[in-house]
C-alpha cells in the first residue's frame, strides 16, 4: 500500500540552527501539506502545497519557515533559525486531490530544539 | 473557519465493551469529517471519513461513526473494543473550498483488561 515517508524520525538540533524535514508523498498525489503537534497539543496546519508554490498557510508558517519540492519525489520544510518552541511532531501529509479525498499522513519528523 | 470540540480528554473503557468519543464541530460552510487514530509513538491513520452520502459511515477495525448535521457531530462508535484499540482518536473536519483539515485536542482512549 502507498505510503507516505518521513525522515529522519527524530531530529535533534541547536537553537538557532536551520533544519530540513523530509517528505516523500504518495506518487500520483498532487497536493502537499505539513502539520505540527506539539506535545499533548493539538494537531495543527501548517501549509498546503500545491503546482509549485504554497496554496494556504497558517499565521504559524511565519517567514523563519519554507516547503520546497526540489524534485519530482520530495517535499521537504525548512525551519531557518529554530527555536525552542518549534519542538514538536512535524507531519508531512498529501491528497490526490483538493476537495473530496483525504490527506495520508507519514509517520512524523519529532523535531527536538535545545 | 472551522472548530472541533472534542470534550472527552480520556476515556477508560473495559475490554469487549462498547465506546462512543464524542465530536462536535461548527463551520459556517459543509464540511467533510475525519477521524484518525494515532497509536503509541506512530504518525496519524485514517479510521474513517464522510464525504457525501449516507451519513453512517463504517471505518476500520470495527469502528463506525454517524454525521448528525443538525447537531453538528460526528461521534465514532465500536461495539466492543480490544486491548489494541488503546490510542490516541482525532477528529477533524475540512469544509468544503478549503484545504486544511481542523483537529481537535483527541481524545485517549485506554482498554482495561
Known amino acids: 500500500e502507498p505510503e507516505v515517508t518521513q525522515t529522519p524520525s527524530h531530529q535533534v538540533t541547536q537553537m538557532g540552527q536551520e533544519v530540513i524535514l523530509r517528505c516523500v508523498p504518495i506518487s500520483n498525489h498532487l497536493y502537499f501539506y505539513w502539520y505540527r503537534q506539539i506535545l499533548g497539543q493539538k494537531v495543527e496546519f501548517l501549509v498546503s502545497?500545491?503546482?509549485?508554490?504554497?496554496?494556504?498557510k497558517s499565521e504559524i508558517f511565519d517567514d523563519q519557515f519554507s516547503v520546497e519540492r526540489p524534485d519530482g519525489s520530495n517535499f521537504t520544510l525548512k525551519i531557518r533559525s529554530t527555536k525552542l518552541e518549534d519542538s514538536a511532531m512535524y507531519f508531512c501529509?498529501?491528497?490526490?486531490?483538493?476537495?473530496?479525498?483525504?490527506?495520508?499522513f507519514g509517520q512524523g519528523t519529532r523535531l527536538t530544539v535545545v | 473557519a472551522q472548530s472541533v470540540t472534542q470534550l472527552d480528554s480520556q476515556v477508560p473503557v473495559f475490554e469487549e465493551a462498547p465506546v462512543e468519543l464524542r465530536c462536535n464541530y461548527s463551520s459556517s460552510v459543509s464540511v467533510y469529517l475525519f477521524w484518525y487514530v494515532q497509536y503509541p509513538n506512530q504518525g496519524l491513520q485514517l479510521l474513517l471519513k464522510?464525504?457525501?452520502?449516507?451519513?453512517l459511515v463504517k471505518g476500520i477495525n470495527g469502528f463506525e461513526a454517524e454525521f448528525n448535521k443538525s447537531q453538528t457531530s460526528f461521534h465514532l462508535r465500536k461495539p466492543s473494543v480490544h486491548i489494541s484499540d488503546t490510542a490516541e482518536y482525532f477528529c477533524a473536519v475540512r469544509g468544503f473550498g478549503n484545504e486544511k483539515l481542523t483537529f481537535g485536542t483527541g481524545t485517549r482512549l485506554t482498554i482495561i483488561p
Open positions: 464522510y464525504l457525501s452520502g449516507s451519513t
Open positions: 501529509a498529501s491528497s490526490e486531490n483538493r476537495l473530496n479525498t483525504e490527506a495520508f
Open positions: 502545497f500545491y503546482n509549485n508554490e504554497i496554496s494556504e
